[in-house]
């Protein structure tokens, strides 16, 4: 006669369809982050920040006085010709397409709103400025 041969159990877990959720959460993580980290990179100073190298390339100042208006000083040569936030961001892009190793940084007047630095600081890294530095007093001596 004909016997039929009685299936065992497998206990075994089958883990292929959890090693390929994974890949797809991971290359979703992956696309995602850089576009979640969102804003603009600054290295703040601190209170005794070094200052430039004297061997360094004299710096593109971006400068906002008590007034809110916007200044532009190239190495020596300082505008005193207020300009738009859309001059500024135009004048350094193609300063910085030009030498993009040059270095920028933001000059405030201690009692501009904050939102106005941040704004310039938005604008430059729009016009290709890859780091944005901040411009301080030294700290006076007590």
């Known amino acids: 006669m004909y016997q039929r041969k009685r299936r065992r159990p497998v206990a075994e877990i089958n883990v292929v369809p959890y090693i390929d959720v994974m890949l797809v959460l991971l290359i979703i993580f992956m696309v995602t982050a850089p576009i979640v980290s969102q804003g603009v990179k600054v290295e703040l100073p601190q209170g005794n ?34 300009m738009d936030l859309e ?48 411009m301080t007093d030294s700290p006076k001596e007590k």
């Open 49 to 82: 920040a070094e200052t430039l190298p004297p061997d360094s390339k004299p710096p593109i100042v971006a400068s906002i006085d008590a007034a809110g208006e916007y200044f532009l000083n190239v190495g020596s040569s300082s505008n005193s010709v207020a």
């Open 87 to 134: 001059q500024v961001s135009t004048e350094v892009g193609a300063l910085i397409a030009l030498e993009p190793q040059r270095p920028v940084v933001v000059k405030a007047e201690r009692s501009i709103p904050y939102e106005s630095v941040i704004q310039l600081m938005i604008s430059l890294q729009s016009a290709g400025v890859p780091a944005v530095g901040l």
